[in-house]
Antibody, heavy 122, light 107 residues
């Protein structure tokens, strides 16, 4: 069974930095074939897609509100994806989910982690 | 950026009811649409892709349709475990925006 486990969340002051990690595991999970995404959910709010990275790491995309502040990266050898978050703001407070997506033979497969909470507050 | 809207924002229904949720994109996204189910305190669950293809293991009472800008998610006979919030998401072009969600609760 595939598992994605996020870590690195916590309380940080406005203007501070945090690095989230997402570790993938599971037999038969070809991490290097998956687009990896970060999706967040502010308390009591809906889902917001934040960023994703191509399987080989050559392309990255971000929502406008985090461009220039957040950086997504991955390590295919160790099956890890990261979200470096700088210049954090109160509005970045949310549960951050890691999600992997892959299409093979016309069939899409997705896996989600359970999330890690980031709180930006003084 | 492509904006996604959903209607209704919430609905009350009974077990056995047929439920339809509508999702609309601000521009054509072909069939590049996913649906998710989320229960309180849990991660979203991936239900459907390319507007109408069920993820493995999702019950057949769930169905999806649409293309271009207008899409629907239908639950043919609502079950107790279906009470949740449902989100659509376009994966046509980044940023891959979600709709605001539709909460389905018990009448």
């Amino acid at each position: 069974e595939v598992q994605l486990v996020e870590s690195g969340g916590g309380l940080v002051q406005p203007g501070g930095s945090l690095r989230l990690s997402c570790a993938a595991s599971g037999s038969g999970f070809s991490f290097s074939t998956y687009w990896m995404n970060w999706v967040r959910q502010a308390p009591g709010k809906g889902l917001e897609w934040v960023a994703n990275i191509k399987p080989d790491g050559s392309e990255k995309f971000y929502v406008d509100s985090v461009k220039g502040r957040f950086t997504i990266s991955r390590d295919n050898a160790d099956k890890l994806v990261y979200l470096q978050m700088n210049s954090l703001r109160a509005e970045d407070t949310a549960i951050y989910y890691c999600a992997g997506a892959m299409i093979q033979g016309g069939i899409m497969v997705q896996h989600w982690g359970q999330g890690t909470l980031v709180t930006v507050s003084s | 950026d492509i904006q996604m809207t959903q209607s209704p924002s919430s609905l009350s229904a009974s077990v056995g009811d047929r439920v339809t949720i509508t999702c609309r994109a601000s521009q054509s996204i072909s069939t590049n649409l996913n649906w998710y189910q989320q229960k309180p305190g849990k991660a979203p669950k991936f239900l459907m892709y390319v507007a109408s293809s069920l993820q493995s293991g999702v019950p057949s009472r769930f169905s999806g349709s649409g293309s271009g800008t207008d899409f629907t998610l239908t639950i043919s006979s609502l079950q107790p475990e279906d009470f949740a919030t449902y989100y659509c998401q376009q994966n046509y072009s980044p940023p891959f925006t979600f709709g605001p969600g539709t909460k389905v609760d018990i009448k």
